[in-house]
């Protein structure tokens, strides 16, 4: 009874840690860890210990025989990843040690490490994680949203629950009597980079690539026209997209682009709403979906099938959960890049294109259509968005898509950091293994550091940024070890006052406990995981809440 990693995989690498017989590949330290879809379990060289499924964050481990139907396909997905070999073979094991930092040393030091982190996302908790490995190191992480997390919270569709469970593993982190939240400060508006750095050792940067990339044609702009980036923002309650007009009173909706992050926006649309009333859908979203007229999704690429850019897993999962058919035509191209595909995970994608119903046949529910080989030439309409016009990719024929909804999903763009060096024509800053280089010399530049999408572009899933900021935070230690990183000027308490003398509205993680608690216990009635605050006036209502610091110091040596 192997185990078995299914959909939910982040590549977060606890699994293959805890894993006593290593059995769980590609490890961090192999060359595939940084782009694989996911994490496998061989089956021949499983034990059934069960340590991988306490070691998963997101639960996406499980014996065998107690998976889903919608699950199964995962257990010959575990299995080809591996080579054809006799049973009692077992692969040679590969490294899998958790790298060691040097520690870092504080003797002759003014201060032990202190270092302010700014985003709190999957790269940033992270690194934080990594950081208090140290003996003595302190950690600040500074968010602009008076929520942290990122986009586990604003970016995860929410009919994506356990994926959303990794914040277990960082509320872990934010606990560490080391660690605090600095939320609702925006760095460059409320702190400046040379401030922070002059309270902190160093400061790490793990902003994202917050900006969706546009589709130059005509028409983009119009009402109607929008992200699918913008519309997951604004499924999830995120404030900043809280009032996002989103029209759903026409039939059909189109998306160009065909990432996870279209499969999602169009399975969100194309679901049945009561479903999505259990999970944590903005509210607003919710009554939206339930007036829609939505009857079809089209998701057109500009390419052929064989280059889809969405992952096996989410195309499993899109499969199992929604009614997906092909546009007319679409099955020749399959059986085309079926004949003369030679990787498996190319193969095993085309295999379930090809089991896929035509469009030309009615259902009876709402459905997502699968297009390609459509290049956009313009959006049709004058006063709002009606359609588009593609042309059929390498020709010069016209095919046009009514839609009363026109979304882009083609990429994300890091955006530049104010005092920082910003590298355009890659959208990251210019780093050399997480310090930050100035261009021309290729500089270290004293006390800079980033992890994530700013440093390495928009690439790889949630447990990707672990490798990525471990070999940042092993740079950032190596240079405190060396000397080269300045001091504070000042005594860790006086970091408390400067911020709030800037931003008086921040909030700690006291005040995040009690917007979490509060959200928790406003979704218990309706069977919700929990029910969020779109709005930051209610986020900062629900702060303050919490106790005042002082008492809450005074009940910290009270219990011990």
């Known amino acids: 009874m192997p185990h078995v990693i299914t959909?939910?995989?982040?590549?977060?690498?606890?699994c293959v840690f805890a894993c006593p017989v290593n059995c769980i590949h590609p490890s961090p330290d192999e060359p595939g860890f940084a782009t694989t879809e996911m994490l496998y379990i061989d089956p021949a060289a499983c034990v059934d210990c069960g340590a991988c499924v306490s070691a998963c964050p997101v639960g996406a481990i499980a014996p065998d025989n107690r998976l889903e139907n919608k699950q199964l396909p995962f257990v010959e997905i575990n299995a080809a990843f591996y080579p054809e070999r006799p049973a009692d073979v077992k692969l040679p094991p590969t490294s899998k040690l958790a790298p060691v930092i040097p520690a870092a040393e504080v003797h002759a030091r003014r201060w032990p490490l202190t270092v302010a982190i700014?985003?709190?996302?999957?790269?940033?908790?992270?690194?934080?994680?990594?950081?208090?490995?140290?003996?003595?190191?302190?950690?600040?992480?500074f968010e602009k949203l008076p929520t942290p997390y990122g986009l586990v919270r604003a970016g995860v569709a929410p009919d994506h629950q356990n994926t959303k469970k990794v914040t277990q593993l960082f509320d872990r982190v934010s606990r560490h009597r080391h660690f605090r939240f600095y939320l609702n400060v925006e760095v460059g508006k409320h702190l400046s980079h040379a401030e922070l750095l002059a309270h902190h050792h160093a400061v790490l940067y793990a902003v994202g690539a917050p900006d969706d990339r546009r589709l130059d044609i005509d028409g983009m702009g119009l009402p109607g026209t929008g992200t699918a980036t913008e519309h997951v923002a604004w499924i999830n309650g995120h404030p900043d997209?809280?009032?996002?007009?989103?029209?759903?009173?026409?039939?059909?909706?189109?998306?160009?682009?065909?990432?996870?992050?279209?499969?999602?926006?169009?399975?969100?649309?194309?679901?049945?709403?009561?479903?999505?009333?259990?999970?944590?859908?903005?509210?607003?979203?919710?009554?939206?979906?339930?007036?829609?007229?939505?009857?079809?999704?089209?998701?057109?690429?500009?390419?052929?099938?064989?280059?889809?850019?969405?992952?096996?897993?989410?195309?499993i999962g899109l499969t199992g959960a929604s009614d997906v058919v092909l546009e007319p035509g679409v099955r020749d191209l399959v059986a085309r890049d079926l004949a003369t595909a030679s990787d498996t995970l190319t193969r095993n994608k085309l295999k379930i294109l090809s089991e896929l119903g035509d469009a030309s046949v009615?259902?009876?529910?709402?459905?997502?259509?699968?297009?390609?080989?459509?290049t956009p030439a313009r959006v049709l309409g004058e006063q709002r968005a009606t359609g588009v016009e593609f042309s059929i990719t390498g020709t010069e024929d016209m095919h046009r898509i009514d839609a009363g909804l026109v979304l882009t999903s083609i990429g994300y763009r890091g955006k530049p950091i104010r005092d920082l060096p910003f590298d355009e024509s890659t959208s990251v800053v210019p780093n050399d293994g997480g310090r930050v280089v100035e261009p021309g010399s290729g500089r270290p530049v004293t006390g800079a550091y980033v992890a994530g999408w700013i440093k390495r572009g928009p690439t790889g899933f949630i447990g990707t940024n672990k490798s990525c900021s471990f070999q940042t935070v092993q740079a950032l230690v190596a240079d405190y070890n060396a000397g080269t990183l300045t001091d504070p000027v000042t005594k860790p308490d006086g970091l408390d006052q400067f911020v709030h003398a800037r931003q008086p509205h921040v909030v700690d993680s006291a005040g995040w406990a009690a917007i979490d608690a509060a959200e928790i216990a406003r979704g218990i009635d309706d069977g919700r995981p929990r029910n969020k605050?779109?709005?930051?006036?209610?986020?900062?209502?629900?702060?303050?809440?919490?106790?005042p610091a002082p008492k809450r110091r005074l009940l910290a040596r009270l219990l011990g």
């Open 7 to 14: 959909q939910s995989c982040c590549n977060d690498g606890s």
């Open 118 to 141: 700014v985003g709190s996302g999957p790269a940033a908790m992270y690194a934080a994680d990594e950081l208090l490995t140290q003996h003595g190191v302190r950690v600040n992480v």
């Open 241 to 315: 997209f809280y009032d996002l007009p989103v029209d759903l009173s026409h039939e059909r909706v189109v998306i160009i682009g065909n990432g996870n992050v279209a499969l999602d926006v169009a399975r969100v649309l194309t679901a049945d709403p009561e479903g999505l009333a259990r999970t944590d859908i903005s509210d607003r979203a919710l009554a939206a979906l339930r007036n829609s007229a939505v009857r079809e999704v089209v998701i057109a690429a500009r390419r052929s099938p064989a280059d889809s850019a969405f992952t096996l897993p989410e195309l």
């Open 362 to 374: 009615p259902g009876p529910r709402p459905r997502i259509r699968l297009a390609y080989q459509l």
């Open 533 to 547: 605050f779109a709005d930051v006036a209610d986020m900062l209502a629900a702060a303050a809440t919490a106790p």
